[in-house]
Every structure is written in structure tokens, then in C-alpha cells.
């Protein structure tokens, strides 16, 4: 795996070049791509091209990007038939800002149908048998696979921690709103949400840092020991053994670096809002979907033509009163933060499954997305069977610093643990 | 001018035809689309056409639609030579439904370049020599003209309330997100919204209410006096005498009705908070344009190209205290609407002003649309050049029946004053 900032940091002190990067990138690529088929459109010679033309601190970095946000110069899919062959008129905005900054945009990375959940061809880099998750499937594994150090996801159930614990990486979902979304295929607009992909915490960190303009770079820092609160919610149950386990190596790890770490128990508010989550999700994604529903019914998937139909018999009033719940679940979850810097929950149910007929599922990563807070996964933690076992951190809304300062403190140790 | 409720009414008893219907439309286009400019594509045939293949609430009536929404089968150039010639892969997903409620989409309107500042060729039905408002300026003018009986607009600042006022309709701007923005050509997502211009109040709410499957609509009910605010905010001092008068005028005849009319200062957040619609706009504006200002800078306008400049450059912090700022004043305006239903405030400084260099001042709106709350340009009464003079209602967050039955109850007694 290639650490966006320690290339950076060469870059900046003549220690490697922009050839050399993209070299090592295009040999990892050419070594695994077939296997791994983390991409749908490649941009290697392009990328590199506009790369030694630009400036700015993501200057030769290659970055993937998911294939639902736009870019002017390649293919457009969104995972979906229906747009086989078409190519948007302009960047999204997070790509053009990508650009601006001086990324090269390496190619698109493989989504799942619309970013819900009919899976794309991508495999597990860690075993090819197993997904990657989804449905930032390419953008998760592409990082995993060495095949370029930074890469853009969305997430709207689990769509950036999921991929990126499933495949030993760091995926960071920042606080609602702070990524720019247009140019994005929506899904659903109150829950959509732009990530970023990096193998470790300082290197997502980093990429999103420099995309926002915030100071959110977390490489150099030594953070102190967060209070954490380990969440179990109403779901643990659906958790494996291992993921259990890991949540308890981490707070026991976590504590014993000086961490206070307490067990918090979510008001039942949480499980009113985690069914809210579904009633937002679905009834937005019949409207955003509206065009794709009524003039190509047959080329979409099953499970998105049956979840859009039953999205356009929710009533009005049913989508305000799950807004409502999860107003109120925010203004509960800001209360609770007062007593700790950070909760510790699950990313996923357990390591990635095997198969690639599904990308796993979101149940532990909903109800953060529609709070709206910086979520992470942190790796470093390993199953049974030899695959990454990955926590997931979850901050204050806005304190995307804080959640990232003690994803990173908590990484280091899981690695001196690992 | 055509009712969209009158029409839809006959149609139903079958009083008239689609065939007629298009035919009165074409009369008026063919008389006066030459002067006014109010469409930028024109699809009569193709419209009447799907009209008669569909079925639905809205079956028979012709929608326009502003040229910063996408439609698969028109091209959309937002306003600005950089899209000249581009087709949109799918329909917006408030075109979509639309067309699936049985609307014939008639043609695509003029927007100022995205929606901003710089204006396009339509001019004012009453006086050509006046601007109509913008951005939705061809979506406002068509309707006084009799081109359509419904047509989409957006808003950021002023750009539903305001054309609407200029050209003496009713233009209903919904509370934030109650109509689907995506294949909106964004320009600044915490602010923009799309609105419903029909001939009266029970038009423009019988649209929304149709298009939102929400209880909105107003035609046939026979709502009692609301307690109305007269709200003359910070920048009363900007309005024309003219335009103190006919809120004056609208508040006196509102208390002989029986409504319980007081005049309400705002607290000075306001203030603080019509400042923070700039800076939210520019500077999301800055990321939403990101393309267009890196790639085509040449072809914006000055205006756009400064603005986009400026936004450029706010930082990420000033950015989130203006958010605060917003939260805050929100919270305050839902505090103070504990003490009455609507607020009557100016739709504009005052009647449209002379010449097409300027659309005029968003100064009366860009509060309302911040706080994401109802508004509606209530017409009825004239300026003494003889131009439309319109008022503005503002409602509760998500109290758009409230409203809209106020203004409708207003509206009858504008037009019996008038």
C-alpha cells in the first residue's frame, strides 16, 4: 500500500517524482488489476500527464475516484447499464477541487449500482474469494491493492467504513456537508456523503484535510488519550464473535494507554432512527432516481427497482416524521457527547464475507451516517481467517479534528497490538 | 393569463381538450414570444404530444421549465455560452415527476447565468421596457404572458419571490427540500430551492401541493384571517414609497377582514444573518462552479467570475460561522412565529425597474430563503406606472399550508381592492 503522505512528503524533498509514483502505481496495477478489477475507466498516462503540469499539495499524487461523481474526461457509469457510454459535461466539485490542488485523477473506480446495493466486479485484495464491500467497492480495494495512495467515496448507509474495514484501510466520512457534493449521482440527499480513502488514518486524514481546506492533518501530531465511549447499540448482537472481540481489544488497549473508556447505552431514540434512516434513504432515492425508474425499469437491478417502488409509496408525512426522529436523535447524540471525545463501535458485523454476491451490510454504520457525524474506520485488527477486522470511530458533528486525532492515537496502538 | 386550477377543473368535466389548451398557448407564444423572450427552447409539439399519452393530475398542462433544471430530451445551457449545445443524460427528478403526474414540459425557460446575476433577454409582459426579475425570469414572464399555466423556477436569494412580484403572479417558494433538486444545475446547495409560479395563490399551490403529494392545495377553501406580522426587517429604508405603501395597504386591509395584524421587529441575528447569506452562497458557490471557473473562466461574466473569485477565498471557518449564524436565526424566527402565522414583508424594494441590465435586488428575500421557511409573492396590487406591485407572505419551517392559505385569503382581498 502506498501512504499518500509519506509520497507527499518525498515528493516535497526531491526524495521521488511523479514518474517514479505513478510507475510504482501502473506495476501494481498491471500486476493485479485483472484480479482485483478496482477500476472501470483507467486513466494512467492521462493522469500522469496533467500531473507533471500541476501544482499545489496533492501534486503527483494519483487518486481514484468512485464512479458517481462526474469528470469531464471519462466515462460516467454509476454502476448502472443505463449509462454505459456516457460522459458528463463537467468535473464534480470535489473533483475539480482534486485537480486544483493537484491530484491526477488515476480513473474511476467501480461503485455498486448506484451506490446501493447490487455489487460491481471488484474483489477483496486480501482474498480474492471475498468482497470488498461496497459500494465504494474500487476506491476501498484500489487502496488496499497499492494501486494509488488516495481515493473518493460516498457513503449514504455504509458505503466508506464498510469497504475500508473490510479491506484494512482507513476510510474517512467527514461531518455532513463539508465535501461538496455536486456532480455526485445522488442517491438520497439527506444522507449522501463524500469520503476519502487512505492506507492509514493520517494519510485519509491528509486527503481530506487538503480537499476542505481544514486543518484536520493529523501526520507529526502525538494526541493524547481520548475518552471513549464503546457503543454497543440495539444491534450487537448481529456483530460476529471477532468483531465483538475486537471492539473489546481496542477499549482494552485504549485504556490501558490511558484512555478513560466507558460502555454507553443509546437512548431507544437511536433505534427509532436507524429504521428512520431506511424511510429518508428510500423515499429520496424513488425521487432522485425518478427518470432511471419510469424510463428504464429494466435495466435497473431487482433489489433497486423493488426498493425504488416501495420508496414511492411512503407518504409524505412518514419522510417528515423520520426527519423529526432524526433531529431529535442529533440533538440526544450532541447531549451525549458532552461526557466523551469519541464512541467506539463496529464498522461492520465482522470481516468481509465471502462471495462477491453482496458487498455485506450497513447495519452498523446507518444511523452515523444520518446523524450527520465523522465516522472512520480504523485498521489494524485481523480475523481468523486472515482478513482485516476493522473498529470504527465516530465523532461529534463538526469535530472531525478530534474524531480524526483519536482515530490515529487508537491506530497506533492496534498496529504495535497487530 | 391561464389558470392552472381552472384548467385542470375543465378538463376534468371535460369542458376542454389538451388540443385547446396547447392551441391557446401557441396563440399567445406566436403573438408575443418575440417580445418577451421568455423561453430559450421551445417543445409545443412534442409537449402536446406526450400530453395526450398521459395520465395523471397535472394531465393537459403545460409546465415550463427554468433552464437550470435538466431534461433528457431539451438541451439546458443554465444560462451561460459554456453549455451551449449540451443535452442532459436524464431529467431533473422534479421533470420526472411532473411527467409522470401528466405535465407536458413545453419548453425550457431563461434563467440569468446559473441562476446568478447576469440576465438573459426576457422582458416584462406588462411594460417590455422592464426587466421581469430573475433568475427565474422566463418561468415568471411566461405565465403573465399566457405562455403556460405552471412553470418551475429556483431560488437562492430572490429568484422565485421577486420575478414573481415583478411580473404580477404568485411565485411559491416551498420550505427548504420539499421539491427534489437533484439535475439541478446547483448553485448553492444550503440555499437553493425549487419554487412554483402559477397566475394566482391557488396555482402555484395547486402545482407544489401536486408535485409534492402534499396537502397544499387552497382552491375551494375558505381559510379565516390569519394573525399576520408586518415585518419590515433592517432594510425597510431601501423600499420605495410605493412599497411601503402597498404593504400598508395590504396589512389595513387585512385587519378590516379580521386579521389580527402587529409590526414586528426582527432581532438584530437578522441583520447578522442576511450577511451570512452571502458568504454561505459565494463561498459554496466558489465549490459548486469549481469547473466552470477553472476550466472556462473566459466565459463567465465579470459579475459571476468576481463573485466566484471572492468565494474562493472565505475560509472554512467564516464559512461555519455563518452556518451558526443561520442555526441561530432560525431558531429565533421558529421562537418568534409563536406569536402569529404569517410575516408581510416586501416581495422586492419595489415594482420592476426600468431596463434589462439588471433583474433588481434579491435585499427583501435572501433572509427568507436562508432560514429555509415559506414564501409567496402575493399579486393584487399596481405601482402607478401601471406595473404589479407584489407583497410577500412568509410562513413557519414546514407550515406551507399555513401559508399558502393566508396568501390565498390575502389575495382575495388585493384583488378586490384593486
Chains 1, 2 share one sequence.
Not at 3 to 13: D, N
Not at 162 to 189: D, H, M, N, Q
Not at 239 to 259: D, F, P
Amino acid at each position: 500500500m502506498l501512504s499518500a503522505v509519506k509520497l507527499a512528503r518525498e515528493i516535497e524533498a526531491g526524495g521521488t517524482s511523479v514518474e517514479a509514483i505513478y510507475e510504482t502505481c501502473a506495476a501494481a496495477i498491471a500486476e493485479r488489476e485483472e484480479t482485483i478489477s478496482a477500476f472501470t475507466h483507467l486513466a494512467l498516462d492521462e493522469a500522469r500527464k496533467t500531473a507533471e503540469n500541476s501544482h499545489g499539495p496533492l501534486f503527483g499524487l494519483p487518486l481514484g475516484v468512485k464512479d458517481n461523481l462526474d469528470t469531464a474526461d471519462m466515462p460516467a457509469a454509476y454502476g448502472s447499464p443505463i449509462y454505459e457510454g456516457h460522459t458528463p459535461a463537467a468535473d464534480a466539485a470535489v473533483v475539480a477541487l482534486a485537480r486544483r490542488l493537484g491530484a491526477g485523477i488515476i480513473g474511476k473506480t467501480v461503485t455498486t449500482e448506484f451506490a446501493f446495493f447490487e455489487p460491481g466486479p471488484t474483489r477483496n485484495p486480501w482474498n480474492p474469494l471475498h468482497t470488498p464491500g461496497g459500494s465504494s467497492s474500487g476506491s476501498a480495494a484500489g487502496i488496499a491493492a497499492g494501486f494509488f495512495p488516495l481515493s473518493l467515496g460516498t457513503q449514504t448507509g455504509g458505503s466508506v467504513v464498510r469497504p475500508a474495514a473490510f479491506c484494512g484501510i482507513a476510510g474517512f466520512k467527514p461531518t455532513y456537508g463539508r465535501l461538496p457534493r455536486e456532480g455526485l449521482k445522488v442517491f438520497s440527499w439527506s444522507l449522501d456523503t463524500i469520503g476519502v480513502f487512505g492506507k492509514g488514518v493520517e494519510d485519509a486524514a491528509f486527503g481530506a484535510a487538503t480537499l476542505t481546506g481544514r486543518n484536520w492533518r493529523v501526520d507529526g501530531t502525538s494526541p493524547g488519550a481520548p475518552h471513549i465511549a464503546v457503543v454497543h447499540t440495539h444491534l450487537w448482537k448481529e456483530a460476529s464473535g471477532e468483531m465483538r472481540q475486537a471492539v473489546e481489544t481496542a477499549a482494552r488497549l485504549a485504556e490501558k494507554a490511558g484512555a478513560k473508556v466507558s460502555t454507553v447505552d443509546l437512548p431507544g431514540i437511536f433505534s427509532d432512527a436507524f429504521a428512520a434512516h431506511q424511510v429518508i434513504q428510500d423515499h429520496e432515492a424513488a425521487l432522485a432516481l425518478g427518470f432511471e425508474f419510469d424510463r428504464h425499469a429494466a435495466s435497473l437491478s431487482q433489489v433497486l427497482r423493488e426498493t425504488l417502488a416501495a420508496g414511492r409509496e411512503i407518504l409524505p408525512e412518514d419522510y417528515d416524521s423520520a426527519q423529526e426522529t432524526a433531529r431529535e436523535a442529533r440533538r440526544s447524540l450532541g447531549d451525549l457527547f458532552g461526557e466523551f471525545d469519541v464512541i467506539l463501535t463496529p464498522s461492520a458485523p465482522g470481516a468481509a464475507p465471502n462471495g462477491l454476491g453482496s458487498t455485506g451490510s450497513s447495519i452498523f454504520n446507518r444511523i452515523w451516517t444520518l446523524m450527520g457525524v465523522p465516522c472512520i474506520n480504523v485498521p489494524g485488527l485481523m480475523s481468523a481467517n486472515a482478513l482485516p477486522l476493522g473498529v470504527q470511530l465516530v465523532g461529534a458533528y463538526g469535530q472531525d479534528r478530534k474524531t480524526l486525532l483519536a482515530a490515529h492515537w487508537l491506530e497506533g496502538l492496534l498496529k504495535k497490538h497487530g
